[in-house]
């Protein structure tokens, strides 16, 4: 069984996949990927180099993300030529992991954690889709703490992806995460439960 994991930033996705894997299923981890793909020699880095200019690399030749994220979230062009470039490459990556895990261990849980996962319509791929929800006001808390944002650039960050109550109604599955950790861990213990895997 396969499921797709998604939220929005700063929900805990993050925080629900290990409790996940700490139950046994097997996680394919989208963000993992995006980083491995904008490793100096690999070809996208090349790609994005060449598209936003070499003010995206540092001295060493690895990604200044805070910078390409400047660029980025300050402009929906910008962002949308980023994941033209980026989005083939991790779903084919993502794709070739889950096949390989299906074919490993056919009743094991595989868990592929992606953030734009509506946005990208890649909801078909998936039996099921877990969405991990907090409200849009702890959300934007959460998310100036955690990346030292301010309230202007937390909120251009939110209003890049789909607002979470949408995500929240589309759910096959819905973690709330708003209520402190072990409530958290009770809903994946219920869930777990529910699949047979107790």
Known sequence: MNIGLTGGIATGKSTVSRMLVQRGAALIDADVIAREIMEPG??????????????????DGTLDRKKLGEIVFADPERRKALENLTHPAIRAEMKQRLDALEAAAP??????????LYESGLERLYERIMVVYVPRDLQLARLMERDGLSRNEAERRLNAQMDIELKKERADILIDNSRGLDETERQIDEFWRDQGML
């Open 107 to 116: 009743r094991r849980l595989v868990v592929a954690d992606i953030p734009l």
């Open 42 to 59: 690999h070809p996208v880095l090349a790609a994005v180099a060449k598209r936003f200019g070499q003010t995206v690399l540092h001295p």
